[in-house]
């Protein structure tokens, strides 16, 4: 595939076989390039496409700029935009969302437990409930 994003910014061509693009606030686009196992966000100062490394399967963006996301195997991992690199969480998740006020949530893979990232601690903590999917907006 490819892709073609446009705002009133900039147009670009982005090479690549994507199978997920997320979009946040002041036109956060951020993608997981399938073909080259990395995840790519389009610098808008720059106007050009950033590969960070990374290889993911699934996103979720924060209304801040918060990067989440999860691996083939439902690792979690968060954007540290310092290093500019993907750092490991521990929890196995079937899918991972960031609320609008920054909160990830996540359903576990195992028991379907869903649960919500406590940053004090930097553990997941299970909140009682379960689901197969969630989503936040």
């Known amino acids: 595939s490819t892709l073609f994003p446009y705002t009133t910014l900039f147009r670009s061509l982005m090479p690549g076989s994507l199978s997920q693009i997320v979009v946040g606030a002041a036109d956060r686009i951020w993608a997981i390039?399938?073909?080259?196992?990395?995840?790519?966000?389009?610098?808008?100062?720059?106007?050009?496409w950033e590969i960070i490394p990374g290889n993911l399967a699934k996103l979720a963006l924060g209304?801040?700029?918060?990067?989440?996301?999860?691996?083939s195997t439902g690792r979690a991992y968060r954007f540290n935009p310092a290093s500019k690199t993907f750092a490991d969480v521990p929890g196995s998740f079937a899918t991972i969302v960031v609320s609008p006020n920054g909160t990830a949530w996540a359903v576990d893979k195992s028991t379907g437990q869903i649960s919500r990232y406590d940053p004090a601690?930097?553990?997941?903590?299970?909140?009682?409930?379960?689901a197969t999917r969630i989503t936040a907006g």
């Open 63 to 71: 209304p801040i700029g918060d990067v989440w996301g999860l691996d």
């Open 121 to 130: 601690t930097q553990t997941w903590k299970a909140i009682g409930a379960a």
């Open 33 to 48: 390039d399938s073909s080259q196992k990395v995840v790519v966000r389009f610098d808008t100062v720059r106007r050009n």
